[in-house]
């Protein structure tokens, strides 16, 4: 498996999102038209990708055979086009909402870490979209796209800085592409419908909905190698479609240990482990404007 290195800060990545994302991609049939397999499998696909990878303590990774058993209903097949050539594939919506004046620092104490109380970074990139291709439930996808962004128009450029939006296309285990340029606009609204997915451990109190997200945009990827970026692009168009996902609003926080085992199998947590990665990059690179409590 190849090693990923950058030359360059991923605002966003966190390092384990890129470990899924290498194991999903890891294996199989590369096929452009609508999958055979329902929704169910599609999403057996999925979460064996998660669990081999990350193991069961892991926020994102484990068996998610119990949560993902709710959302089956709700995965779209849409029509996405990469470099010319129309791929269907399945597309899944995230959303994660925090209370105003929430502070990432509040959420993760890392006991090692003396705490700055003159920092508050806010959460930023609150909207995922998942979009796949798997042949079988019993392998990990053969195609992904993991796009991180947040409600409006998010932009991919990597010269934005600490609030870029961050993409990762992959097909096979060494073809990986990170987002280089482009916008993406999204639009989520929640339903009536509750959704009943555990609350991540850093939420104390909130609530899940089933939402709508109204997608649309065009990112260029640049692929990456042992080396770092190469010169070679990639463009994928997401014309503009209407998906179905998960929204968890958060009302109440609570200050976990991110370092510890957290006995945390759900597909929530995502967004809080993209900040957790943010924070621990603009400690080492300075490239965060954090505003003062």
Excluded at 54 to 73: K, T
Excluded at 158 to 181: C, R
Aim: charged share 15%; glycine share 10%; proline share 8%.
């Amino acid at each position: 498996m190849m090693a990923f290195t950058k030359e360059r800060s991923l605002p966003g990545v966190a390092t384990i999102t890129v470990a899924l994302l290498v194991s999903l991609s890891a294996c199989g049939s590369d096929s452009t038209g609508p999958s055979k397999l329902d929704s169910s499998a599609a999403l057996q696909s999925l979460a064996l990708g998660m669990g081999s990878v990350l193991g069961v303590q892991s926020p994102i990774g484990a068996p998610l055979g119990a949560s993902f058993g709710g959302i089956a209903p709700l995965l779209d097949q849409i029509d996405v086009t990469v470099d010319g050539t129309t791929q269907t594939m399945f597309a899944l919506g995230l959303r994660e909402t925090f209370p105003d004046g929430t502070c990432m620092e509040d959420l993760f104490e890392f006991p090692s870490i003396p705490p700055d109380n003159a920092v508050c970074t806010p959460p930023t990139l609150g909207v995922g979209v998942l979009l796949w291709q798997s042949h079988s439930p019993s392998a990990p996808p053969d195609r992904l796209i993991f796009i991180v962004g947040d409600v409006g128009t998010s932009n991919f450029d990597i010269f934005t800085g600490f609030n870029a939006a961050v993409a990762i296309y992959m097909q096979g285990v060494e073809d990986i592409w990170l987002s280089l340029s482009g916008t993406l606009t999204s639009q989520v609204a929640a339903t009536s419908q509750s959704c009943g997915l555990p609350l991540p451990p850093y939420a104390k109190a909130g609530s899940c909905n089933v939402a709508t997200f109204d997608e649309q945009g065009t990112i260029t990827f640049e692929e990456y190698s042992d080396t770092g970026p190469t010169a070679r692009r990639l463009n994928v168009t997401i014309p503009r479609h209407t998906i179905h996902g998960l929204w968890q609003s958060i009302t109440e926080t609570q200050t976990i240990d991110p370092s510890g085992p957290w006995d945390y199998n759900r597909v929530s947590g995502w967004p809080g482990l993209l900040h957790l990665n943010k924070m621990s990059g603009a400690s080492h690179t300075g490239s965060a404007t954090n505003s003062a409590r």
